[in-house]
């Protein structure tokens, strides 16, 4: 059983920064693929970012250069640094780590960002 589970949302003024973490656990004995996805309201859920298990990271167009994802070391521990928050920003965020052809996912946490 994996288990996914997200913490550090919440409520942000426009230009704010929020931290979000990610810890993965359960029957996983190695290091794997983990990013972040998010969903607005009518929108479809879309990728934030991603990093592999060489740290290379990846990147949506809309949040580069605010947004920084992370993975502590030797662990599938992932963290999401968003800086210069805009409402557009507003969604759940969700964390997911890739098992092979799987992705296993968490509950989500809520971001706002009020204008």
């Known amino acids: 059983q994996v288990q996914v589970v997200e913490s550090g949302g919440g409520l942000v003024q426009a230009g704010g920064s929020l931290r979000l973490s990610c810890a993965a656990s359960?029957?996983?004995?190695?290091?794997?693929?983990m990013a972040w996805y998010r969903q607005a309201p009518g929108n479809e859920r879309e990728l934030v970012a991603g990093?592999?298990?060489?740290?290379?990271?990846n990147y949506a167009d809309s949040v580069k250069g605010r947004f920084t994802i992370s993975r502590e070391n030797g662990k599938n521990t992932v963290y999401l640094q968003m800086n210069s928050l805009k409402p557009e920003d507003t969604a759940i965020y969700y964390c997911?780590?890739?098992?092979?052809?799987?992705?296993?996912w968490g509950q989500g946490t809520q971001v706002t960002v009020s204008s």
């Open positions: 359960g029957m996983i004995f190695m290091i794997y693929p």
């Open positions: 997911a780590i890739s098992l092979g052809s799987r992705n296993y």
């Open positions: 990093i592999n298990t060489g740290r290379r990271e």
